[in-house]
């Protein structure tokens, strides 16, 4: 139903983004592998009304299976393209799972030197797959791309703001950030947020006349 979605975002950097004082002195890359549109949900509920710092927040990660078999798609594909380059020399031990020695998924240096129709698509075993659930779940973070407390969707649904940015049930109040999107944008928050100001700009210009 949305072949235009992104399912897996993948963001490629040049270097070692962790303790360097862990791996040799070569050159680096990293790929991350991002969830265009995660359905897991997190939360964030006051605790207190006289204080803004005493509060219960859960992130949600992964409360939803469907983004722990994403994240484990996203892993397969990103090595598959690494192993490829030429460059690509080997693998660094600590960003990888931990296979089992003989398995077809533990790869070597040697396999790196391989090119053209030698390189052949891993076969991971379930017991691999079983492996890279358990790194992604030590390992999972955040970009911090926050959205949604506030979602512009009908009341009956949980929703916060209306169509014009106010806040049902108060008078003289409109939310117009990033807490007012109801889903997520699978892009670079910073241009939806500048969208939403514009946006609300217009919306505040027409209603005062």
Not at 27 to 37: E, N, P, R
Not at 52 to 61: A, E, I
Not at 172 to 199: C, F, H, Q, R
């Amino acid at each position: 139903a949305f072949e235009s979605r992104p399912l897996m975002l993948l963001g490629v950097v040049s270097g070692f983004l962790g303790d360097h004082s862990n791996i040799d002195a070569n050159q680096h890359i990293m790929m991350g592998c991002y969830t265009g549109y995660p359905w897991s949900r997190g939360s964030i509920h006051t605790k207190s009304a006289d204080s803004l710092t005493d509060y219960d927040f859960d992130s949600g990660f992964f409360s939803d299976e469907s983004d722990v078999n994403t994240q484990i798609w996203g892993y397969k594909i990103s090595r598959e393209i690494t192993r490829r380059l030429p460059y690509s020399i080997g693998e660094l031990e600590i960003g990888h799972p931990k296979f089992k020695e003989g398995s077809p998924a533990k790869l070597s240096d040697a396999d790196y030197k391989k090119s053209g129709s030698e390189v052949a698509d891993i076969v991971y075993s379930a017991e691999d797959d079983a492996a890279i659930e358990a790194w992604v779940r030590d390992n999972v973070n955040t970009t911090w791309h926050s959205l949604g407390t506030c979602a512009m969707r009908p009341q009956a649904d949980g929703g916060v703001v209306d169509a014009n940015l106010n806040v049902y049930g108060t008078t003289g109040l409109k939310i117009a950030d990033l807490s007012m999107v109801p889903e997520n944008v699978g892009a670079n928050t910073n241009n939806t947020a500048l969208t939403v100001g514009e946006k609300a700009a217009t919306i505040i210009a027409a209603e005062l006349g």
